[in-house]
T-cell receptor, first 112, second 113 residues
Framework: DAGITQSPRHKVTETGTPVTLRCHQT?????MYWYRQDPGHGLRLIHY???????DKGEVSDGYSVSRSKTEDFLLTLESATSSQTSVYFC???????????FGSGTRLTVV | DQQVKQNSPSLSVQEGRISILNCDYT??????FLWYKKYPAEGPTFLIS?????DKNEDGRFTVFLNKSAKHLSLHIVPSQPGDSAVYFC????????????FGGGTRLMVKP
């Protein structure tokens, strides 16, 4: 979608390796979020940012860290990937009026 | 403890008929509700929303109903079309208390031609 991109779109990694996912926005939005989507659990908030260098934990933050050194980039790092972190990860910006968030297209991460 | 629940993981409907997707919430502080639609390999996209001061909001074929006393909302799609086949997420927030959205588990809708 215009304004927010995620990279990579797909990644396979081995247990115990570090992984970084990138979210890039061109909307100059203050708030950015990382969610994971798993069957039966919907979308669960991992971490969010309310400005450069300002971040906070979400519902499922264990095993994840984030960084935001520029308004446009929000990085999600798995320090030592585990199989339970196999998921689809979505970045979002918002709120944007009555629409709430705008989501990126997602990153499918498989930890083997 | 899930504050927003969608108890039906899937729903199958015939083309042209009505689809009704349900959502329940437990946090009485929620005062703004949204529905998102998600196609495979894409991010969720906004569909329709409703404020707690209303009990109904309509946008074309999509209508959301809110029953605050029951802490229940529903999304009606009339008539259903095959292109409506997707996963639908219900979400809720406290409008003037931060920007966090809390999502339900999603319902997969399949509209059969």
């Amino acid at each position: 979608d215009a304004g927010i991109t995620q990279s990579p779109r797909h990644k396979v990694t081995e247990t115990g390796t570090p992984v970084t996912l990138r979210c890039h926005q061109t909307e100059n939005h203050r708030y950015m979020y990382w969610y994971r989507q798993d069957p039966g659990h919907g979308l669960r908030l991992i971490h969010y940012s309310y400005g450069v260098k300002d971040t906070d934990k979400g519902e499922v933050s264990d095993g994840y860290s984030v960084s935001r050194s520029k308004t446009e980039d929000f990085l999600l790092t798995l320090e030592s990937a585990t199989s339970s972190q196999t998921s689809v990860y979505f970045c979002a910006i918002g709120p944007q009026g009555r629409h709430g968030y705008t989501f990126g297209s997602g990153t499918r991460l498989t930890v083997v | 403890d899930q504050q927003v629940k969608q108890n039906s993981p899937s729903l199958s409907v015939q083309e042209g008929r009505i689809s009704i997707l349900n959502c329940d919430y437990t946090n009485s502080m929620f005062d703004y509700f949204l529905w998102y639609k998600k196609y495979p390999a894409e991010g969720p996209t906004f569909l329709i929303s409703i404020s707690s001061i209303k009990d109904k909001n309509e946008d074309g074929r999509f209508t959301v109903f809110l029953n605050k006393s029951a802490k229940h909302l529903s999304l009606h799609i009339v008539p259903s079309q095959p292109g409506d086949s997707a996963v639908y997420f219900c979400a809720a927030k406290v409008y003037n208390a931060g920007n966090m959205l809390t999502f339900g588990g999603g319902t997969r809708l399949m509209v059969k031609p």
